[in-house]
């Protein structure tokens, strides 16, 4: 494998920083082709505010699609499928990217979820179990896909950037097995397939750090990197912001597949160097669910979306004066198909989610009492209160009296969490 090229940027417009990093890897004419189609793919997985970081900054997506359209395609398309349970149309514009595309001139807009032209792929040389997946035809089609991510801490994954960002060009069910087989394996055999026609523009203009890739906090670290290889990206993103390369398993792995160089001799960076740009950045998830001793955690095929809340719910009880206090109770999340090893003799069990609601009735058969929190995936902060006030939880409700309770406990626990957040940010 050739050494592989990524391209950084700081200081100027966004849309200046955009132009550099493609102008360093050989100009946009070099890598678009006239008359050709091209699919941008912005991170918009969650519902999240422009400025929040939950999703690409909007004037990042608007500046690719500007300078991709200096090439002169014939057609430029956003596209996107998001997280399990959200909508894409929704995500897309609260985060403000539907209408900063439309300003920058996209010709199309696509929610990959309700895409009806599918073609089933095979994945010749699997690294997860998965053995095919249904692709949108127009992306399979296409010449170029941009890849368009923000950095994120993620619970799972350790960071969410270039190669995590493919999983948003699958439908709900293949999103559904690859978060419940192998997600790091998965992502790969997805990267495999896609990594010849994509080029990635990364948004550390405004990265998250802390209780990503959901509850994390925006950082005005003002960067975009680029490149064709997606490893490359990911890893120098990660020299960048101060995350310790052997905390994300994937690395060797990719490398080993052949989807790109982690390690620094083998990569070029161009423009600024990471020395100059480098910034901490808070990553309370590097050990996961090793950072909270104290509690016991049954993972079985659990989206990362209920790890990620479980995580936070454990910062959110340290926020709140109630780690210690509940130390000793069992968390179960996913598909258990026999009551866990683990919850004997645990505080309390507290069960996460749609996927453990049969296990409330074989915990109680076997003498075990479990609360449960409803949702796929459950809302917060309703984890949280379950262990605290030891009782199922559920915060659905007509009843104009509870909502306004609820308003104001989450309203009172967020300016708590909030000032103990920026403790530990200065810490
Ligand atoms: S309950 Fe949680 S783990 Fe289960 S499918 Fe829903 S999001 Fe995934």
Redesign the pocket.
Known sequence: MSRSRVAIAKGGSVEAMVERVVDLLGGIGSIVRLGSTVVVKPNAGHVGAPGSSVNTTPEVVAAVIRLVRKAQPAEIILAESAA??CDTLECLEVSGIRQAAEEAGVDEIRDIKRDEDLVRVPIENPTSSIKHVDLPRFLLEADLLVDVPVFKTHVSMVFSCALKNLKGVVQDRVH?VM??TNLAGAMMDLGELLQEKTFAIADLYRPMEGFGPHSGNPVEFGCILAGKDLVAVDATACRMVGLPIEKAEYFVAAEEKGLGHYREEDIDVLGEPVADVFTQLYLPYLDGFGAFPEYTFCVR???S???GLTAFTMSKLKSLGEYEKNAGVAMV???HKEVPAGIEGAEAVVL?????KTMKKKLADAGVEAFHVP????TEPALCWSVVDRRDVDLDTDDPEVAKQIRKRVEYEDVMFKEWLRKQSRA
Do not use: F, S
């Not at 996460?352 to 453990?356: E, F, P, W």
């Not at 949702?375 to 459950?378: L, M």
């Open positions: 399990i349970g559904y978060h419940t095929n659990a989206c979306t209920c790890q999340l996913g598909r996460m989610g749609d996927c453990t949702g796929c995936p459950p």
